[in-house]
């Protein structure tokens, strides 16, 4: 019986600890996609891929500057990719969040230090507690100045940071695909789920602790 009780334990915990572990089939049906997003003229997009996306959505939705950011699948060659799909880890995507930012109010450069200053980049394959090739780390880049400021970031991290090897892909954007509707702000609507108060809320929490001069203001 104690062997049984422990097992059941366990299995608790990893749900509770798991982002693919709250997969909600009925809520997809039900919901009504969040409003289109119709970007301001001289709005940009970047994409990182740094572990759960309901986390990635959040921190990057508190930074000044950022109009918007949507949850997304990215860096695989599997065609019109789904949450189960990529679940299995043989799609090649990660999952991505694509952040619609204005440029005259946060650079690229500002945005690649919120990616690298918001989860531990010399982690493989997962960030904790999620685990497997569509939680890895994935800094996209659309030009060669993008690469380049990317680069740059890994290299001074390297020196001054981690004494691990950084196991961030550098990658060369291709294609984005938006995720289904419930991943949408997922951790705004849904602030009383395990996994939210468990993981998405404190990591968001620490970001906002390390970083308080790149927040938008409580009105925002």
């Keep these: 019986m104690k062997i049984i009780k422990e097992v059941?334990?366990?299995?608790?915990?990893?749900?509770?600890?798991s982002c693919f572990g709250f997969t909600d089939k009925k809520e997809s049906k039900n919901l009504v996609d969040k409003e289109v997003?119709?970007?301001?003229?001289?709005?940009?997009?970047?994409?990182?891929?740094?572990?759960?996306?309901?986390?990635?959505?959040?921190?990057?939705?508190?930074?000044?500057?950022?109009?918007?950011?949507v949850s997304g699948y990215a860096g695989g060659k599997t065609l019109n990719p789904t949450y189960a799909k990529i679940g299995t880890g043989k799609t090649?995507?990660?999952?991505?969040?694509?952040?619609?930012?204005?440029?005259?109010k946060v650079s690229f450069e500002t945005l690649v230090t919120v990616f690298f200053g918001s989860h531990d980049p010399t982690t493989?394959?997962?960030?904790?507690?999620?685990?497997?090739?569509?939680?890895?780390?994935?800094?996209?880049?659309?030009?060669?100045?993008?690469?380049?400021?990317?680069m740059e970031a890994i290299e001074k991290l390297s020196a001054t940071v981690y004494n691990r090897k950084i196991t961030?892909?550098?990658?060369?954007?291709t294609k984005f695909y938006?995720?289904?509707?419930?991943?949408?702000?997922?951790?705004?609507?849904?602030?009383n789920e395990g996994y939210i108060k468990a993981i998405s809320v404190p990591?968001?929490?620490?970001?906002?602790k390390k970083f308080p001069t790149l927040l938008k203001s409580e009105k925002h």
């Design 8 to 17: 059941l334990v366990v299995g608790c915990f990893v749900m509770l600890a």
């Design 37 to 69: 997003f119709v970007p301001q003229k001289g709005t940009k997009v970047a994409y990182f891929a740094s572990g759960c996306f309901w986390c990635v959505e959040a921190i990057f939705e508190s930074v000044i500057g950022v109009e918007e950011a």
């Design 92 to 104: 090649g995507h990660s999952e991505t969040v694509a952040v619609y930012y204005n440029p005259k």
């Design 124 to 150: 493989v394959n997962g960030q904790h507690p999620d685990y497997g090739t569509q939680y890895r780390s994935i800094a996209f880049y659309k030009t060669i100045n993008e690469k380049k400021i990317i």
């Design 168 to 173: 961030t892909e550098v990658t060369a954007f």
């Design 178 to 191: 938006k995720a289904e509707a419930y991943h949408q702000d997922y951790e705004r609507r849904n602030p």
């Design 203 to 208: 990591r968001l929490n620490k970001f906002k």
